[in-house]
């Protein structure tokens, strides 16, 4: 079964490091979404892309946070520097597009981040 | 207003009880309705999927879309320990954003 695998699964750093998360999507999956969940909490959206243009970072905190997806395929998310508040579920999402029925998002395993 | 409003819970049932999860909703142009189920540390999974209104069962899991209203609910039928999870539940118009409830805690008690 196809699936969004992402890297690491679990990260531990100290703040005011540097942190990357790898996102690959499904195959042939053009949108692709980085996500942050704190615990007890539904995903919000940190970035959007289709293929390798980014269509929303509105709530990407661009300060500390960037995103790429150079060739359209996978993704990285990266915070420099990390704060405390950074700690949290940072969930990758891709999704197939174009016709109904497609509008569904498969997500990844989730990187877990804690930052001390 | 939230977009999405979802009971966080934690909501504990029996096994073998019936589950109702509901949701409600403010944006009259969402036509995908999501259901996914998140174990503890993991990321969420597609548990059901409806396009517009009505009904769609899958096994002991059924997902009703009320427009009218804007609400949507998802049943369980004779709940496991297995269900025992958070549902989110999820909404979006046509090529646009998704959005998420905060998610319902189940626990079902052997």
């Known amino acids: 079964e196809a699936e969004v695998a992402q890297s690491p699964r679990y990260k531990i750093t100290e703040k005011s490091q540097a942190v990357a998360f790898w996102c690959d999507p499904i195959s042939g999956h053009a949108t692709l979404y980085w996500y942050r969940q704190i615990l007890g909490q539904g995903p919000e959206l940190l970035v959007q892309?289709?293929?390798?243009?980014?269509?929303?970072d509105s709530q990407l905190p661009k300060d500390r946070f960037s995103a790429e997806r150079l060739k359209g395929v996978d993704s990285t998310l990266k915070i420099q520097p990390a704060e405390l508040g950074d700690s949290a579920m940072y969930l990758c999402a891709s999704r197939l597009g174009g016709e109904a029925g497609a509008n569904v998002l498969t997500f990844g395993a989730g990187s877990r981040l804690t930052v001390l | 207003q939230k977009e999405v409003e979802q009971d966080p819970g934690p909501l504990s049932v029996p096994e073998g009880a019936i589950v109702s999860l509901n949701c409600t909703y403010s944006?009259?142009?969402?036509?995908?309705f999501m259901w996914y189920r998140q174990y503890s540390r993991k990321g969420p999974e597609l548990l059901m999927y409806?396009?517009?209104?009505g009904n769609k069962e899958d096994g002991r899991f059924t997902a009703q879309v009320d427009k009218s209203s804007k609400y949507i609910s998802l049943f369980i039928r004779d709940s496991q320990p297995s269900d025992s999870a958070t549902y989110l539940c999820a909404m979006s118009a046509i090529g646009n954003q998704f959005y998420f409830g905060t998610g319902t805690s189940l626990t079902v008690i052997p």
């Open positions: 944006n009259s142009a969402f036509q995908y």
């Open positions: 892309f289709q293929d390798e243009s980014v269509v929303d």
């Open positions: 409806t396009y517009s209104s």
